[in-house]
């Protein structure tokens, strides 16, 4: 075997006609290596699988053993892209893999400043310090 030989192997496999999709638990023994990353795991396996798009490939929960040249975790290889999109449940999987954009969201720590800005200010003057703390953000 060469030095860089990726090997995966799939346990636990099913189809799961409801949500569009094949699921399975995935076994990477990668000696020599320390990881495989995932782009290359979703490239092998939508060419195995047959997958419409690299891109209906998710992975998740990859963890590597301890020592290394194993890593072990979850694939989900939809239909289409679209049935990835509308039936995966974990939107943050779909932005690591970059099948969605992530969308912009106001940060915590700004929220509660606006929030508290706008406790301090009384009266009539609290719906204008508030629009000014919307704008500020």
Known sequence: ????????????????PLLSRRQCIIDIHHPGRANVSKAELQEKLAKTFKAAD???????????????????????????VECAIKYHGMKHHLWR?????????????GIKEAKNRGKK??????????????RSE
């Not at 075997?1 to 346990?11: C, F, K, L, P, Q």
């Not at 893999?97 to 720590?109: A, F, L, Y």
């Not at 200010?121 to 919307?134: D, E, M, P, S």
């Open 1 to 16: 075997m060469s030095e860089n030989a990726v090997t995966i192997r799939t346990r636990k496999f099913l189809s799961n």
């Open 54 to 80: 690299k891109n209906a490939v998710i992975l998740s929960d990859l963890r590597t053993q301890m020592g290394g040249g194993k890593t072990t975790g979850f694939c989900h290889i939809y239909d289409s």
């Open 97 to 109: 893999s970059g099948v969605i954009e992530k969308p912009n969201t106001k940060g915590r720590k």
């Open 121 to 134: 200010v009384r009266g009539l003057g609290r719906r204008i310090a508030r629009k000014k703390a919307r």
